[in-house]
C-alpha cells in the first residue's frame, strides 16, 4: 500500500481526498498499489468531517513519517507551499502541486532537488485545471520542436469578458456576478491583471524550451481597462476579445507576452467562452493542436492532480525525466513583438481619418452611432513602432492588440 498524504484541506486538497476514494478500483487496477490517504494537513478543524481522524496540524509528522510516499500540496501561494514541498523531497517523499505559483517561482529547484534524489514533482494540474497539457508537452509531444504556445488560461478573465461580449456589461458588474458565482476570489487581482496567465504561460515556456523562464520578466497586462464599448466594436469588426498568455520560439529565443487580444471568429480560441480554457500547441511537425476543457474547479482539477499521483505511484524507486534545467530562456523585448492595433481617437473619421493614417499607414475604421469617437484597425509594426507613433498622435483612448487573423 501506498500512503499519501494531503497538505491543504480547502476545494482541491478536499477534491483530491474524493477522487481517490470515489475511483479507488480502477486507480489500484491501473496502478497495481492500494493508495490511502494517510494525513490531511490543515490549520483548520473539521468537526464531522467523514476524514476528520485524518487531520493533522504539524507538518513534521507528514515529513518524518518514512511510510508516506507521496505528498500532494493543495495549499496554494509559495509561503510555506514551498519549504513544505521542498522538505517533502529532501525527505525522499515524491510531490505532487496544482500551485502554478509554487512551480512558477520555484520549480527549476524542486525539479533539480526531485532528479537528485531519484525522486519526482509533477504539476499537471498547475496549469488548465483539469486539461492535460503537461503531459502531452513532456512525452506526446517530446519530438516536436515547439513554435508557439498561445492560450485562454484563466476562466476567471475569461467567464468575465464572456459576460461583456454577449451581454454587453461593464467590466465591474461582469466581475461582481463572477464572485457571486464563486469564480472570482474577494481579491482577483491575480486573475483580472493577468498575473495567474503569466505564470501559467512561464511554466508552458520552460517545459516547452527546457530552460528556466522568469515569469516576472514575461510582459503582463490584464483586463481592468477593457469597456463594453470595445465590445461594441469588436461585434462591429465581426471580432472578440481574449486574455492571451502567448509564447513564440525561434532562434533560442522566446517571446513571451500576457494581454488582451482582438482576435476572428477564424482563430483556433474565438470560441472559448464562459469558464472555460483552452491552449493551442504549434509544432514544427504536427502542426496545430487544440487542448480544451475545464480550466479550474474542485473534480477537473483533482482528477489531474490524481493522475499524476498514479504517475508517481507507479515510478515509486526512479525519476522521470521532465521539466527544465536551470539555465535562463532568453526573452524577446516586448517593444520587437509585431501585432496589429485596435485604436480608439476621440472626434469623427471623417475629419481625422486622413491624419490617423498619414501617421498609422492604411487602416480599417470603424463608428458607432451616438458615439464622438471612432476605432481603426491598423496594419502589422512593432511594438516599440506602435509605442512611438501613439506618443507622437497623442488623444488615443484606448489600444488593444489584434491577432494575425480578424476579418
Known amino acids: 500500500m501506498i500512503q499519501v498524504a494531503v497538505m491543504g484541506y480547502g ?11 470515489t475511483n479507488r478500483e480502477r486507480i489500484r487496477r491501473k496502478t497495481g498499489h492500494e493508495i490511502a490517504v494517510r494525513y490531511i494537513l490543515d490549520l483548520r478543524e473539521f468537526p464531522g468531517d467523514p476524514h476528520e481522524a485524518l487531520i493533522v496540524h504539524d ?15 493543495a495549499m496554494g501561494g509559495v509561503n510555506p507551499a514551498y519549504a513544505f514541498a521542498k522538505a517533502c523531497l529532501l525527505a525522499g517523499k515524491h510531490v505532487v502541486t496544482s500551485n502554478k505559483a509554487l512551480v512558477a517561482a520555484h520549480g527549476t529547484e524542486l525539479l533539480r532537488i526531485a532528479g537528485e534524489k531519484h525522486r519526482n514533482f509533477l ?19 517530446a519530438g516536436e520542436e515547439i513554435l508557439e504556445i498561445s492560450g485562454i488560461l484563466n476562466g476567471t478573465t475569461n467567464y468575465i469578458l464572456t459576460k461583456m461580449d454577449r451581454e454587453g456589461q461593464a467590466f465591474e458588474e461582469a466581475l461582481t456576478k463572477a464572485q457571486e458565482l464563486g469564480y472570482a476570489e ?7 491583471e493577468g498575473y495567474d496567465t503569466c505564470r501559467k504561460i512561464s511554466i508552458l515556456t520552460a517545459l516547452a524550451a527546457e530552460r528556466e523562464v522568469n515569469y516576472e520578466e514575461v510582459s503582463t497586462e490584464g483586463i481592468t ?8 466594436y469588436a461585434k462591429e469588426l465581426g471580432t472578440s476579445i481574449k486574455l492571451f498568455g502567448s509564447s513564440r520560439m525561434e532562434n533560442g529565443r522566446a517571446s513571451v507576452f500576457v494581454c488582451p ?21 504549434r509544432g514544427n511537425m504536427v502542426g496545430t493542436l487544440m487542448f480544451y476543457g475545464s480550466g479550474a474547479g474542485k473534480l477537473p482539477t483533482a482528477s489531474a492532480v490524481a493522475a499524476d499521483i498514479m504517475e508517481a505511484a507507479c515510478h515509486m ?5 521532465m521539466g527544465w ?3 535562463k530562456q532568453v526573452l524577446s523585448p516586448m517593444k520587437e513583438q509585431r501585432f496589429r492595433y485596435f485604436i480608439r481617437f476621440s472626434g469623427s473619421a471623417s475629419e481625422k481619418l486622413p491624419d490617423v493614417e498619414a501617421a498609422f499607414g492604411k487602416v480599417r475604421a470603424a463608428e458607432l452611432p451616438g458615439l464622438d469617437e471612432f476605432a481603426v484597425v491598423t496594419g502589422e509594426m512593432t511594438e516599440s513602432r506602435y509605442q512611438k507613433l501613439a506618443a507622437a498622435f497623442g488623444d488615443i483612448r484606448q489600444m488593444i492588440r489584434a491577432g494575425e487573423i480578424i476579418c
Open 123 to 141: 504539476f499537471e494540474a498547475s496549469v488548465g485545471g483539469g486539461i492535460p497539457i503537461i503531459r502531452p508537452l513532456t512525452q506526446a509531444l
Open 11 to 21: 476545494t482541491i486538497g478536499s477534491g483530491v481526498v474524493e477522487v481517490l476514494e
Open 225 to 232: 481597462h477593457i469597456t463594453d464599448t470595445d465590445f461594441r
Open 261 to 281: 487580444m482582438m482576435i476572428g471568429p477564424d482563430h483556433p480560441l474565438y470560441s472559448v467562452s464562459d469558464v472555460y480554457n483552452a491552449v493551442m500547441v
Open 59 to 73: 507538518f513534521s509528522v507528514i515529513e518524518k513519517d518514512e511510510e508516506v510516499g507521496i505528498v500532494v500540496e
Open 325 to 327: 534545467s536551470d539555465e
Open 186 to 192: 474577494r481579491n482577483p487581482e491575480a486573475d483580472v
Open 317 to 321: 524507486e526512479d525519476h522521470i525525466p
